[in-house]
């Protein structure tokens, strides 16, 4: 179970007229309701059920905030890493915003998002990572990874890292030339495998995983495919199907119409932001979100803020769990 002092730190940006109550005592409540009001909360709520007092935090040590765990629910975002400091700002699927103080994305960059889990790269390490409870799950660091800032970094994870099959594969393009590298690694391995693809220039904007294949796919219609059984990468075109009684992989990309709406409804001015796309999990067929990095227009010593699009959940692990 996490401290007290371990949670974030959350504050609205619009006031409430609610802000004078009348006091009362919550401690005597009994003890055995407290779990069930916990589990009927969703995060920010949750959030701040936890930081009133010691017994309301280990009431809802077991809490996950599954009522924003809903498919077909647009992602919530967070906006981090401008002006070199710790604070966030967090805005819901309601377009309701918060600034939320989590020092580790203090430098970090996200390479991953999916299902609530953050795959993040800081000062050399690369883990993952839950931005409302700090559940942190380190990876071992790949050998001669290239540097961030060099090149584009792409990645995505077969299955939540407290799943005993999760993979990591992160693509990457070598320096100053064409080629994209693939960095793998199994739950419970201690080393990357790299693999190689030559010659493939264009950018890629989305990721997937779907039955032991990882898939990345550019503007166009090409993808690259990496099976996790045959351990081989492959080049493949993306073709849509026509009816819904055609075989097909389960996966869609976001619309731009749907992406602008998205956008508007969550006010978000992205600019120049560096933003890290994620599956969204719908009923049918799971909604790509694309990454969009974006050229540093920021003055020497000023750090251009990024972005993750990610679905919301409140993951707790045992401290002692390890890669």
Known sequence: MGSMDSLPVVHSQRSSTRDQVTRREWNDLPSELLPSIADRLGIIELLRFRGVCKDWNFASSTASAEIEALPNRDPWFLLYGENNNSQCTLVTESGKQYIITIPEMDGATCLASSQGWLLLYREGLIFFFCPFSRARIDLPVPTKFPPMGISDH????????????????????????????????????????????????????????????????????????FSIKDRSISLGKVRYVKSPNERCIPLKFISNVEKEDMKKRLDLELGDVSTCGTTVSCLKADKMVPYENRANAKGAGTRRPKGVWFQPRFHQIDKMLSW
Not at 184 to 197: C, E, P, Q, Y
Not at 209 to 223: A, P, S
């Open 154 to 225: 792409v990645a995505v994870f077969s299955t939540p890292p407290t799943s005993q099959d999760c993979v990591v594969c992160i693509i990457c393009r070598t320096n100053k030339t064409d080629d994209l590298e693939l960095y793998v690694i199994h739950r419970g391995a201690t080393s990357w495998t790299k693999h190689k693809l030559s010659s493939f220039p264009n950018k890629i904007e989305c990721a997937a995983y779907h039955n032991g294949v990882f898939y990345y796919f550019d503007n166009t219609d090409l993808m690259v495919c």
